[in-house]
């Protein structure tokens, strides 16, 4: 299967671009369900659908949406969890039901429960119609990290060092990161009706040549995306320029 590939010249227009797929679906179905995604990729998209919502064009109100991931014992509250940077740069602002919104608990008292719990979410009120994702600079998607089965639903997982460091930048140190996360699988992404793979920057240069030019292997997570019949890369310059050949 071909990634459809979409060359932006700049993050800002990656952006726009990946919050006017957003709004074309929920336009389309105003009960859709939207895969969302954290890390610092998706946050002009979200910034983007907040101001189409604020411009008064889009309504959230029956939307429902699941996201990827979450850290393992931080609670809902923790300034760096998944489910706070959700609200703080996308619930909070648009008018969807809260009751809606789904994101694994990382303070669930029994983790293999929740996993299990989470996938059932997902057949229950999914698949998403449109996920949106990120890619790590290892090509993990979610956290699934390299030699994670493509078969793997919903688990837990421990980051890699590299990941941890990547991430690093939203705590006040290396050593307040979280060892764990729980994190919906490749299997579970793969559900998706249709997939938005977003990436900018250079440092996302060697993952997106490899996704477009490598193998598909369990080495390489977003290489199942391949498996998938309707992914849209949408990429900025500079994460695009090592995998024109
Ligand atoms: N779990 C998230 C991923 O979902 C995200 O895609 C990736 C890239 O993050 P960023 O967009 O900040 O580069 O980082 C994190 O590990």
Redesign the pocket.
């Known amino acids: 299967m071909t990634v459809k590939v979409i060359v932006k010249e700049d993050y800002q227009e990656m952006s726009c671009a990946a919050a006017h797929v957003v709004e074309k679906k929920i336009t389309e179905n105003p009960q859709a369900v939207l895969g969302l995604?954290?890390?610092?990729?998706?946050?002009a998209t979200y910034k983007e659908m907040v101001k189409g919502y604020k411009e008064g064009e889009f309504s959230y109100r029956n939307i429902q949406t699941l996201n990827?991931?979450e850290y393992v014992g931080l609670d809902k509250k923790h300034p760096q969890s998944?489910h706070r940077f959700m609200c703080e740069h996308l619930f909070d602002h648009i008018d969807i039901d809260l009751d809606n919104t789904h994101i694994p608990r990382g303070d669930a008292p029994d983790i293999e429960q929740e996993c299990q719990r989470y996938e059932g979410l997902i057949d229950q009120i999914g698949p998403p119609d449109l996920q949106i994702?990120?890619?790590?600079?290892n090509g993990?998607?979610?956290?699934n990290e390299p030699g994670t089965p493509f078969d793997s639903t919903t688990h837990v997982v421990t980051?890699t060092e590299s990941?941890r460091k990547?991430?690093a930048r939203f705590f006040s140190s290396l050593e307040a990161v979280p060892t764990h996360?729980i994190?919906m699988g490749i299997c579970s992404i793969l559900k998706s009706k249709q997939i938005l793979l977003?990436a900018?920057?250079e440092?996302?240069a060697p993952a997106i040549d490899r996704l477009l030019n490598g193998e598909v292997e369990e080495d390489f997570p977003a290489s199942a995306l391949k498996n998938h019949p309707d992914v849209t890369l949408i990429v900025d310059e500079k994460a695009y320029q090592k995998a024109v050949k």
């Open positions: 995604a954290t890390g610092s990729t998706p946050l990827l991931d998944y994702l990120g890619i790590g600079r993990h998607i979610g956290f980051l990941t990547a991430n996360s994190t977003l900018s920057g440092e996302k």
